[in-house]
């Protein structure tokens, strides 16, 4: 870590909610475009008339986010933005700054990805996937690693939380749902993610720790090899409910021509027994690596 990115850190650590001074956003931001729409947020390219550049500027919803932030109620969880500022790693998306509007609105200040969606470039079989899955993979798994060793969880890890940009690098988005890897947040009952991405620990509201972003990591490499789920895809948490005494399709089902090892690697990815799967992100990454063939 470089001695800007700790002072960045210690910024961080030290900014609050409740000393930030409010900002009128058509003052300082020229909203450009709209990027996206989350479930908690709006997302737009715009120019930082402060900063000087075209930014991604993501705005919370206040409503969605006091609710999520009530869950926490007396444990002093971080807001996203301080999470995020404190994140510097070449697979991370950079937080430049965090701070709320004159409307009550929290809102971060990111760098700008020029690039795609995994999510889009698996859906499309996109030539700029090809023979790289297992080299994206690397990378998610590397940021995922960071991320985990700054002791956070992301908590909605899945394609479309990836973007890669147009020099082929992974940036880990969205760290809406992220918490501290502290025993306190870990307890059983909080039941928050994408459900075809969730664990089944995650799914039956049992503790969890860092192992949930590890299945929902597995089940991003499954869909990026395969360009399907595993499980049949829903937005039901019924459904996968029942998907917990079902086995996962096969990857040869699926894809044919995958190596005996991928197959091997692709099934331990998403194990619903959270011993037998992948440990560490690290692990995950060395797997991949050692595998014979990587021109996927």
Request: aromatic share 8%.
């Amino acid at each position: 870590m470089s001695f800007l990115d700790k002072i960045f850190g210690l910024f961080a650590s030290n900014k609050t909610k409740s000393s930030l001074k409010p900002t009128k956003l058509k003052e300082r931001f020229v909203l450009e475009s709209r990027l996206g729409q989350g479930s908690m947020s709006r997302v737009f390219r715009a120019y930082d008339r402060q900063l000087g550049r075209r930014i991604c500027l993501k705005i919370l919803d206040k409503e969605k986010t006091k609710r999520f932030e009530e869950r926490f109620v007396g444990l002093k969880k971080p807001s996203e933005g301080e999470i995020c500022l404190s994140l510097r790693h070449r697979n991370v998306v950079t937080t430049y700054e965090y701070g709320i509007t004159t409307e009550g609105e929290q809102f971060l200040v990111m760098e700008l990805i020029e690039g795609l969606g995994l999510n889009y470039l698996i859906e499309t079989n996109s030539p700029q996937i090809r023979g790289k899955r297992v080299a994206f993979l690397v990378q998610a798994a590397e940021g995922l690693a960071y991320v985990h060793s700054q002791g956070y969880l992301h908590r909605d890890i899945c394609p479309r939380n990836m973007m890669v940009n147009q020099e082929g690098v992974i940036k880990l988005i969205d760290f809406g749902l992220a918490i501290p890897n502290r025993p306190e947040f870990l307890r059983p009952g909080n039941r928050t993610g994408t459900a075809n991405y969730m664990a089944p620990e995650l799914i039956k509201r049992q503790a969890t720790d860092h192992r949930v972003d590890l299945f929902a990591l597995g089940v991003t490499a499954y869909e990026t090899m395969t360009g399907k789920l595993p499980w049949e895809a829903t937005q039901s948490l019924q459904v996968m409910l029942s998907h917990l005494n079902e086995p996962p399709k096969h990857p040869l089902e699926v894809r044919p021509d995958l190596d005996p090892e991928m197959v091997a690697f692709l099934l331990k990815a998403i194990d619903r027994d959270r011993d037998r799967r992948f440990q560490t992100a690290l692990e995950f990454r060395d797997a991949l690596l050692s595998l014979p063939r990587k021109d996927y």
